[in-house]
Every structure is written in structure tokens, then in C-alpha cells.
């Protein structure tokens, strides 16, 4: 049986306020604060209160269809831009808000980067994919370019791979490959937070560990929040866990947040325990 | 237990009628069109209308090519460079037809591109509301619906009035320029050009809205996921992932561009020759093809008539082919 929603909502609430205590050396980088989310009249999710913490790596896992994605994407605005999609609350970025008037949507993603579920390369060179968006926002010159795409591509782990044929298409790589050439894309503009929506959903297990490996060297330099339906992957690569839900009315909650250990032995919530074993649904 | 026995009698029963003599008696009994038209029947059938369809092209070319067949053996290829068209000497040369077609199709992409890839742009983009953008598409794709005589027939009594002050001004104040160093007097290939841009628009503002709507909505995001704005986005992601189909389409608009006989007709002036400036009338394939049929009697100026129309169907049958390439082959490795 599913939590009644009052209780799981309420009930996250204080998780919240017993959670910022236990982590003191960490600033939040997100504070989240009572953020629904509706496509048209429909609730794709209802007050969601959590903080994500610098440095580290925040998981954020569910049945499908609980909104995982659709949170991840109000963090750097961009399930707006479908039409008919309303955001409520409260979502501040090292403290500024980020749905304030006076902010500037494409700086806001400069600093909040996103790796898709999948991979999703331009259709130019390789070179020019990483460069992509360094020139959008600067005008360098080229060996300060070439500097910088190539300390893109070793942060992704696809410099040794790549750096002979740095003018093919990117669309000649293989999937992991692809994937890893839009994380170098990303890292580029050096963002301070990278979200990750499902970014080994379509990938071999192989692929998966470079990625899974990649992301343990990445959370030195900045924050990574990654939704997964996967609870082993999870579990490898996250210090936060996240649980999302439905409840009966089929609307998206935040049951449990905590330090992933916790989530995994000795969740709170039943739903997530049984979620964590596998006994949902 | 009564269930479980069922199945093992029926199947039995199967085994023998199948065995025996009996399913023979049947076949007999069957509706006349089933034992006509078995699958066996229907394949046959289907195959042979597709068989019908695929020969059109070949059985044209074939009726085309010995109708032009006393031309060719008179003129063989220097026709297509052959500047004279004189019925009663019987010579006959085609250049200044194929460079009439030529210049007014290409007149007509020059104009079309643009506006039909913005259309594109801004029917398939976030740009606008959906209630804005699909009625838009529509209406663009209604042009295509107007019979090319209505063209033709506005080309003639309402368009070239209304754009001649426009020609009388280009040939006044950029008459130096040898593309405007004529008198205009209505009909011209600029006319003509004008009128096939807008009947080739929807084609091509179509099918490039078609390869905007194929692009992933992910492809997008990852550009806007970098900061880039709305525009830098559309110019270089989603463009240079949609180029195969928009040059498609572009090819496609010029293939119906070369063969658009009626409005042309209308409004081109149909005077043979070839005059680099584009206020003076022209002629084109279609057109002279539309003018003389009736009163061609000699078989080699229908020959020569005949042979017009050949260049004509390789060239537009070429364009059209390309056009299938790219929108198909290019755009699925994009």
C-alpha cells in the first residue's frame, strides 16, 4: 500500500528539516521549496521540498511516470519550453531565484548543464560539437579554443578516442561514445550543476561503466543530479537519494530524500523499501 | 474433462477431412471469387498493376522518343544549342526554350527558398502558438490546391499591372545592370519567375516543415541546454540537422518549377530568344509545347515539338529523382 499523500508530503517535509543538520560542510546549490509542476490542468507533480548539496551527486529514482524527469527539468527551465507546462514554487540557484523576472534563461543554463536520455549530438564535427557552445557566449581565439575543447574532451573521458579525428561528424561514434561527446559538450561551457536525465538508458553495460566511472572523476569539479531508473546505478554513483512517487491520483510526490546509504538499508517510508527491493508495483 | 477430450477429436477429425476426398468436394463449394481470387490470385493481381504503374514512365519515354524521332535524326544534340525556331525554313533549335525554363525555374527558387524555409521555420519552431502556427501551414499548403490557370488568369489581370511600376523602377534606376536593361511592358520572365515562386512555395515550405518536425525535440534542447538562444539554435543545430529535406524540397520546387506549363504560358510573353535581361519576355519548354501543338502539321515540327518535350522529362525526371534521393537517403543518416 502507497502512503496517503498527506503523510508522504508531510512527511518530507521533516526529512528535509532533520536532513540540513547532518550535512553541515555543504552549501545547497538548489533549494527547492514547494515546487509543483502541471501540464496543462493535469499535476505531473505536487510539492516537492528537497536541497541539493555542492560536490556531490544527487539521485533521483522512481517508477516511471513519477516525475522524475519532469522535476529535472524545471531545474534549468527547460520543460517550459514545451508548451502548456506551468511551474509553482520556489527553486533558488546559490540562493538567486530562478524563475525571477529579471533572469536570464540562457545564462541560467550556461551554469545548470543537461545530458538527454538520448544522446543527442549536432550534426557537425566533433570538434565543433564541444565548441558549440564555448562560442556562443565568447569569442576566443583558436589555440584557446582548441585548449579548451580538448580539456573538454579528457574531462569526458573521450580525448584518447577522439583526438585524431577531431573534424568527423560526431554522429560517427558509437552510442556510449555519443553520449560522452554531449557530456564534453557540456562540461565546456563549465556549468556548475549537470543534470542527467536517464543518460545510460540506451546504452550497453560496457558503455554504462565509463559513463557510471566518469561521473565518480566529474563530482570534484560540480554538482550532478541524475535521474535513473536503475537502483543499482543509483546506489553506485550517488551520496543523495531521491524517491519519487505517485500517489492515487496519479500525481508525482517526493516520498523520501536522504543519504543514499540510508535510502537503500533503512528507508523511513515502506513505499521505499519496497520500491529499493524491487516488491513495487 | 470434457474440455480436455474436445480439442484431441477435433483434431482428429481435421487429420481425416484433410486425408480424405471430402475437402476436395468442398473446394467445390466455394464462393466463385474465393476459388478465382485465392492469395495466390490476389498477389498476381496486385502485382500486375504495380507492373502497369512502374512501366508509365518507359512506355511515355518510348512514345515520345518515335514521335521525335525525324528531329532527332535531322538535328541529333547540337538542337539543344541551336538558337533558331523557324517553321517555315523547318529549322529548329531549342536554346532559347531551355534557357527560358532554366532562368525562370531558377528565378523562382532564388524567390522561393527563403520564404518557403521560413514558413518551415516558423510552423514548426516554438516560435508561435500552435493556434497560429497550424493554420499557417495549411493555408501555405492550400496554394498548392489552386488550379495553375487561376494563377495564370491573376498572373495576367491583377499581378503584372500591380508589379509593373516595380519593373518600370528597376529598369530606371538599375537599368545599367544587364539582368535590367530593357524596356518592361507587363510580360516578362521576372513575371514569370515571380508567379512560379509562389506556386512552388508550398513544396517547398512543406516538405522542409516535414524535416523540421523530424528533428528530435532533444536535439533542440541540447543546444537551449547550453544557453544558446532560440535563433542560434534554429540556425545552427536544427538547420543543419534538417538540411537534406529542405534541399529536397528545394529540388523538388525546381522540378515543378521546369514543367509548370499554364500560368507561365499566361504571363511570360512567349517570345523566342534569348535576352539576359530579366524585364524582357520570354519562352519556355511548356510554353512553346502549349503554343504550337495545335497547329503543328510537319512531322518534323512535331519532331522537333516531340523532342523539346524529351529534354524536357529527362531533365525534370533528373531533378525529381535528386530530389527523392535527398529527402529519403540523406535525411535518414542525419
Redesign the interface.
Known sequence: MLPSPHSSSSSSEEKLATMEPQSPSTLPVFHIENVSCFYGRHKALEGVYMDIYEGKVTAIIGPSGCGKSTFLKILNRIGEMESNVRVDGKVQLLGKNIFARDINLNLLRRQVGMIFQHPNPFAMSIYDNVAYGIRTFHRLSRPALDEAVESALRSAALWDEVKDSLHQSGLALSGGQQQRLCIARALAVKPKVLLMDEPCSALDPIATLKIEELIQGLKQQLTIVIVTHNMQQAARVSEYTAFFSTDERRIGQLVEFDLTQKIFTEAEQPSTRDYVAGRFG | MGFAVAPSTESSSLLTSSSTDDSLENAGKLPFLRTLLGDGGFKSLTFVAALIAGAVPFFVVALISRDAWPAIAKFGLPFLWEQDWNIDESIYGALPYLFGSLVSAFIALVLALPIGVAIAIVTSE?VL??WVQIPIAFLVELIAAIPSVIIGLWGVFVFTPAINPFQEFLYARFGWLPIFNTQPFGSSMLVAGIILAIMILPTIAAISREAFLAI??????????????QW?TII??TM??A?SGILGGATLGLGRALGETMAVTMVIGNVAGIDFSLLSPGSTIPSILANQFSEALDPLHIGALMYLALVLFLITLGVNSLAIFMIRFLSR??
Do not use: C, H, K, M
Not at chain 2, 216 to 229: I, K, Q, Y
Open positions: 516554438r502558438p500552435p528530435s525535440a532533444d536535439l533542440r534542447n541540447g543546444a537551449f541546454a547550453l544557453g544558446a538562444t542560434e545552427f543545430v543543419p540537422a538540411i543518416n542525419a
